[in-house]
């Protein structure tokens, strides 16, 4: 698959290169990022180089993973990181934390979603995020996911464990207004639920590649 560019009027998203690696580098020394991923730590240029040639470049030459850098129209600045795995059909992203708090995240995870369940050809995309991580949830809930409960997560943690997890889905056919029965972001309230059968819950981690962080 041949990398392309996804864009709105106030968003551009195209494939990192080596040029982000000291933006990636200073991202992924964020205490809030660290938290709610996987990211190696300590993380260093080494990890950097190895997300872009082993996880972007190679997703997309093999088709399996789309990763798209987030840029403002018209900038080279790194402002954040959004990817769609095609096999698991499931979303990851992370923002840096000086665009925090702008829409810039729900904006590019829009743009995704509608070229994943599109042209992607997916018909359902998975997005999960630590219980507790408020920021991305919001993210998920504003670009239309429906809330599907708590459970183990798909990804292990840095111990090999499987983290609880907030569980939430978006299918070709549903509208993209924010849905109810989402917990009280603020509060943390959650609710059991036991895991979907159509999510593939066997994934290895992957070095260097947060898949729910966050972004208020």
Known sequence: MQPFVLESPVLRLEVPGPA???????????????????????????????FLDRIVRH?????????????????????GIVSVRLGTRDVGFWTVPAARGRGLMTEALRLVADWALGEGGVDQLHWEGYVGNDASAAVARKAGFRYAGVGPGMHPGRDGGRPLCWKARLRADD???PKAGWPDLGGGAVRECPPADDVDDSRPQTRGVPRSPEDS
């Open 175 to 177: 509208d993209r207004s």
């Open 59 to 79: 997703g997309w030459s093999t088709g399996r993973e789309a990763t798209w850098g987030l840029r403002g129209p018209g900038s080279s600045l790194l402002l």
């Open 20 to 50: 982000d690696v000291e933006a990636i580098v200073d991202a992924c020394q964020d205490p809030v990022l660290q938290r709610f991923t996987t990211v190696p730590t300590p993380y260093d240029r080494s990890d950097a180089r190895f």
